[in-house]
């Protein structure tokens, strides 16, 4: 599966997340010949978003790769819950979605790429390279050529490579050295929070719900993973050295105020190795392209962790993409209206969907994490139990989004 690097091909990615995984296995179903350049060895990294929602589910069944993929160890999640003071309220029901999946399917994410990789691999222009990361860019004439990187063992020789490309693809997350390397202007949203990812086991009597849980200036995520809970704990932004210098009882204990179910097993957090800071950013490029050139994903739109949206994001992004750039990556004739139409198709829904994010983080989170004094839910969260169909909105924002794209390119 894996491959050296060649010397030409037709797209370039840099990235085997969500975004460039899914788009390099529609292009290379469509006959576009492709190269994805990971710079790890594996996929297997601990906390990344393990959310697969219904709108990237429905893209597997039109792929016709759905029951493979959820052959797959997975759970699944019809409703999300919140508990905000005392009250548990339902905050999103899936049940009502025009959708094949009418849930969220939580699955390891080293899981959902493996399973694109492989499926990739059947057709003979996928390529995926690992240990091989994009350094910087080649230039000719005003217009990106192609990638130079660097390999960093396994199979190959290690060493720098060059390859030249009809187009370069910038899904290298957050922190795009594509997109660096290009020069495309970033525009800085701010995030007044950041998230501590840590791993706590899990009980025969535990609650059995994905659940947020919000009081007493604390807020926790306890996502469900089968046999473990992964969580996580909303900071301040910059908060964690603060976090840190009152120790790793008074952290414990600050998770069992706010979820005391788990007092039994937060001695399993041996030492600040086993909790990881994810560093919250929430930006996007004003033009994701340049001649040659295509940012999409985290690379063109950071995403807070907020709803878990990011990864479907990132292959909505995919499937616009591979819709329009497919036919004329494989008959060459690709132009820059074709890179500015794919911006111009997903700015909206990145836009919306990062205005509500920041909305939640400033409106809401902050203010929670302002207080120590116990918290009381308000009128509008107990409406949702009362009226239970007000959960359907945020389950139609959060499980298909603003503007759910379906697989248009071509099976070649």
Known sequence: MTEAPPSRTTCAIAGGGPAGMMLGFLLARAGVEIVVFEKHRDFLRDFRGDTIHPSTLQVMHELGLLDAFLALP????SELHGIVGDTEITLADFRHLPTRCRFIALMPQWDFLDFLASQGARFPGFHLAMQAEVTGLIEEGGRIAGVRGEVSGGAFPEGAFEVRADLVIGADGRHSTVRERAGLKV???GAPIDVLWMRLSKRQDDPQDTAGRINRGRMLVAIDRGDY???AFVIHKDGFAAVRARGLDAFRAD???IAPFLRDRVDELRDWDDVKLLTVTVDRLERWWRPGLLCIGDSAHAMSPIGGVGINLAVQDA??????LAAP????TLADTHLAAVQQRRILPARLTQAMQVAIQQRVIDRVLRSDAPLTAPWPVRLFNKVPQLARIPARLIGMGFRPEHVRSPAA
Do not use: K, P
């Open 187 to 189: 525009i800085n949203l």
């Open 329 to 332: 990556l494989r008959n060459g």
């Open 255 to 257: 998770i069992v105020t």
């Open 74 to 77: 997975h759970q699944e999640v």
């Open 229 to 231: 809970w992964q969580c």
């Open 319 to 324: 499937v616009a993409s591979a819709n329009i």
